[in-house]
């Protein structure tokens, strides 16, 4: 099992910045990629950013430019660097893991979000 706590939400003004963190411990040793997804009133959880163990990164169009993930393999932490913040990043942003199996098997894990607020 794998356990994730997020960090560094809060309340930013547009054009600002924040940094998110997520703490992963349990069987660290089985995480094959980490995520950041973000979730907004009315809206389905989209994802924001994600990286896999060995460093390769992808990005949501709507961040691309402005965010930036990142992962700490030795302190089993995931980053996202929140830059050029724009009201419409307003949502609660969650921590994503998943683990593989010998045989292939996939299973996810999430925290247990924290809110972003950004002011127009």
């Known amino acids: 099992q794998v356990q994730l706590v997020e960090s560094g939400g809060g309340l930013v003004q547009a054009g600002g910045s924040l940094r998110l963190s997520c703490a992963a411990s349990?069987?660290?040793?089985?995480?094959?990629?980490m995520g950041w997804y973000r979730q907004a009133p009315g809206n389905q959880r989209e994802v924001v950013a994600a990286?896999?163990?060995?460093?390769?990164?992808n990005y949501a169009d709507s961040v691309k430019g402005r965010f930036t993930i990142s992962r700490d393999n030795a302190k089993n932490t995931v980053s996202l660097q929140m830059n050029s913040m724009k009201p419409e990043d307003t949502a609660v942003y969650y921590c994503?893991?998943?683990?593989?199996?010998?045989?292939?098997?996939?299973?996810?894990?999430w925290g247990q979000g924290t809110q972003v607020t950004v002011s127009s």
């Open positions: 349990g069987s660290i040793f089985r995480i094959a990629g």
């Open positions: 994503n893991a998943y683990t593989t199996t010998r045989l292939g098997t996939t299973s996810h894990y």
């Open positions: 990286i896999t163990s060995a460093g390769s990164t």
